[in-house]
């Protein structure tokens, strides 16, 4: 049997897990984000950006944008308002993009990794018992 934390250790091992899946997020919002950025990127030299002016507006280099471009499918033309639509939420919503990774029991994996880190934090036994 474990030895039960104190308080104040319960306390920061649950801001450990918790900053822990604040940064999981996060990186996956950051994730979504550079994969916004590049399908930008795309679509506006599919429609005649010159590749300049794209890389002095994103900060990169030419070669990369260039790159960037090549490696990006050009299929924008399908549905470019859609398209638009889901970056204009990410940037006007950046706390509703990152919720959608933020929160728990999607699936009965989650709430069961949940559950065990609970346990592990406040020394429960798989009885629900202290």
Do not use: C
């Amino acid at each position: 049997m474990a030895k039960k934390l104190t308080q104040d250790q319960e306390a920061l091992a649950s801001y450990v897990w918790m900053l822990s899946r604040h940064r999981a997020a996060l990186a996956r919002q950051l994730a979504d984000v550079e994969q916004f950025e590049r399908d930008a990127v795309a679509a506006a030299g599919q429609f005649g950006v010159k590749q300049a002016l794209l890389a002095t507006l994103a900060g990169r280099s030419p070669g990369r944008i260039s790159q960037i471009i090549s490696a990006t499918p050009t299929d924008f033309d399908a549905a470019p308002q859609d398209i638009r639509e889901q970056w204009r939420q990410a940037l006007e919503n950046p706390a509703g993009h990152l919720e959608r990774y933020s929160s728990f029991g999607r699936t009965p994996e989650d709430l069961a990794a949940w559950t065990a880190k609970h346990r592990l934090i406040h020394g429960e036994h798989h009885d629900g018992g202290h």
